[in-house]
């Protein structure tokens, strides 16, 4: 009797959902199942989430605000203008009439005015970035630095050509300029004041 049950026990172990599996097919059925078990734990899939999240906010997202931010700006009329660090900072977000009624939030990075309004959470006022807002912020972005130091002190001094910037540093820079150039309009350009020239604005 016991020889019996033990052998019925035996073939449900081996085949537990009665398909009519052969010994060996079935040790092999169950020895996927154990290797996948051991594959999804709740550390794999923390990460996998970790790396889709990565993903959609890297690659995908950013393409998607790009074409909603030139959607937005394609019927208004862009103005290019040249601004100096002084003529730049009234636009720093706050209404600055007549100059600036609407509030608007331009930077300039490697001599280039990007209109940023439509990023003003993060750029405007009370933004983590709000320091470049009106400002040039080539050297801030180059090395990862949002403090004021990055910034120039003598608006109407030479601009910073960043030539001590290191390899590392040009490359992150890099970076930033292909994002902006591709999710804000360019509306100007930043020169350094010139007590002789007049400048439009």
């Not at 700006?73 to 009439?97: A, E, M, S």
């Not at 600036?100 to 005015?113: E, I, R, T």
């Not at 930043?190 to 002789?196: D, F, G, H, I, P």
Request: aromatic share 10%; with cysteine; proline share 6%.
């Amino acid at each position: 009797m016991s020889v019996v049950t033990s052998s019925i026990v035996a073939s449900a172990t081996l085949d537990p959902y009665n398909l009519g599996l052969s010994p060996q097919l079935e040790a092999y059925r169950s020895g996927v199942r154990e290797q996948f078990g051991s594959t999804v734990t709740p550390l794999n899939v923390a990460l996998l989430v970790v790396l889709l999240t990565f993903t959609y906010y890297r690659l995908i997202r950013p393409y998607n605000a790009a074409s909603q931010t030139l959607h937005v700006n394609k019927d208004q009329p862009i103005v290019f203008q040249t601004f100096t660090p002084r003529t730049l900072l009234k636009f720093n977000g706050l209404p600055n009439p007549p100059l600036n009624p609407d509030g608007k939030v331009y930077l300039a990075v490697k001599g280039k005015v990007h209109d940023v309004t439509s990023g003003r959470n993060f750029y405007g006022p009370g933004g983590p970035y709000e320091n470049f807002a009106g400002r040039d912020a080539t050297r801030g972005l180059a090395c990862q630095s949002f403090d004021e130091d990055m910034l120039t002190k003598n608006l109407d001094g030479p601009l910073d050509d960043c030539s001590d910037l290191g390899a590392d540093q040009l490359e992150n820079l890099q970076g930033w300029v292909e994002r902006f150039d591709e999710k804000y309009l360019v509306v100007g350009k930043l020169v350094a004041y010139n007590k002789n020239q007049v400048h439009g604005m």
